[in-house]
């Protein structure tokens, strides 16, 4: 069973920059997509970013591009989503998802309802 444990969340002023860190254990995600995602209150679940493990393309959203880059460390099996010029309204949860990569692509990969295996989230506070 996979698992995965996030950290990095955090609060942050605005123009700032945060690092966060997906940990995944129960899988060596060979051909598996991971991505972030995240939920303000009162908001639907947004796909930011995800990744495939088998090539390395991304997708990001358009609210992140430029400002948020995916990567991932295959040997501590880890994805990490570092997130510079952070706005408020970027103040959300944080989570991580990981699941196998269907035969589509990154960008259609990137969305909540592709994945089962999610972690707890982490919170990203952003004051104005």
């Known amino acids: 069973q996979v698992q995965l444990v996030e950290s990095g969340g955090d609060l942050v002023q605005s123009g700032g920059s945060l690092r966060l860190s997906c940990a995944v254990s129960?899988?060596?995600?060979?051909?598996?997509?991971v991505g972030w995602f995240r939920q303000a209150p009162g908001k639907e679940r947004e796909g930011l970013s995800c990744?495939?493990?088998?090539?390395?393309?991304?997708w990001y959203s358009d609210s992140v591009k430029g400002r948020f880059t995916i990567s991932r460390d295959a040997a501590k099996n880890t994805v990490y989503l570092q997130m510079n010029s952070l706005q408020p309204e970027d103040t959300a949860v944080y989570s991580c998802?990981?699941?196998?990569?269907?035969?589509?692509?990154?960008?259609?990969?990137?969305?909540?309802?592709?994945?089962?295996?999610w972690g707890q989230g982490t919170q990203v506070t952003v004051s104005s």
């Open positions: 998802a990981a699941d196998r990569f269907a035969i589509i692509t990154i960008k259609e990969m990137c969305a909540p309802y592709r994945f089962s295996s």
């Open positions: 129960g899988s060596t995600l060979e051909h598996w997509a």
């Open positions: 990744i495939s493990t088998s090539d390395g393309s991304t």
